[in-house]
T-cell receptor, first 114, second 114 residues
Framework: GNSVTQMEGPVTLSEEAFLTINCTYT??????LFWYVQYPGEGLQLLLK?????DKGSNKGFEATYRKETTSFHLEKGSVQVSDSAVYFC?????????????FGTGTRLTVIP | DGGITQSPKYLFRKEGQNVTLSCEQN?????MYWYRQDPGQGLRLIYY???????QKGDIAEGYSVSREKKESFPLTVTSAQKNPTAFYLC?????????????FGEGSWLTVV
């Protein structure tokens, strides 16, 4: 079946450190992949997405590349800021159309300290 | 501005009471969703709807009910049958169920049993 596996958290980094949050998936066909960010007490916001293999999504200094060969969509940022502290969710939307074709990872909490 | 509006932001429920969480979107989206998020946990799907007057159970529908009488509205009722309703509830929507369509979230509603 379809699923998303995220790196266990929490992750604590110093400001300006390099960030990687791992995400791997299992899916039939060719899904679309997403990263969402959730700040404390708020809903999820789309951070970036990629809809086909080798696509790179990017936004606000974050990047993730859709790797079909390794079934991965790892989130990276070269230099994190305190304001990046949040929970990050990797998600998959499978190729088969249907309202229930969304799968979310369990989330990874990032804390950036000054 | 277009978006998803959830209300109330905070709600307290007494034992044995039904409460209704409102979700309204002005994005002209066909598909709408309700998720439950427990502290430090991921998202679990309660109900979803692809079109007006139709909805389907998600993974944890017991103790909840929904209606979809209008395209822009998808209220969630937490009934007294839901034994552990204290959680953060997220409403979401997207244009359609094609894989690449982004899902957008509301700001969430906190429900606490007192």
């Amino acid at each position: 079946g379809n699923s998303v596996t995220q790196m266990e958290g929490p992750v604590t980094l110093s400001e300006e450190a390099f960030l990687t949050i791992n995400c791997t998936y299992t899916a039939t066909g060719y899904p679309s992949l997403f990263w969402y960010v959730q700040y404390p007490g708020e809903g999820l916001q789309l951070l970036l997405k990629a809809t086909k293999a080798d696509d790179k999504g990017s936004n606000k200094g974050f990047e993730a590349t859709y790797r079909k060969e390794t079934t991965s969509f790892h989130l990276e940022k070269g230099s994190v800021q305190v304001s990046d502290s949040a929970v990050y969710f990797c998600a998959l939307s499978e190729a088969q159309t249907g309202a229930n074709n969304l799968f979310f990872g369990t989330g990874t909490r990032l804390t950036v300290i000054p | 501005d277009g978006g998803i509006t959830q209300s109330p932001k905070y709600l307290f429920r007494k034992e044995g009471q039904n409460v209704t969480l409102s979700c309204e979107q002005n994005l002209n989206h066909d598909a709408m969703y309700w998720y439950r998020q427990d502290p430090g946990q991921g998202l679990r799907l309660i109900y979803y709807s692809q079109i007006v007057n139709d909805f389907q159970k998600g993974d944890i529908a017991e103790g909840y009910s929904v209606s979809r009488e209008k395209k822009e509205s998808f209220p969630l009722t937490v009934t007294s049958a839901q034994k552990n309703p204290t959680a953060f509830y997220l409403c979401a929507s997207r244009t359609g169920t094609v894989s690449g369509n982004t899902i957008y979230f509301g700001e969430g509603s906190w429900l606490t049993v007192v």
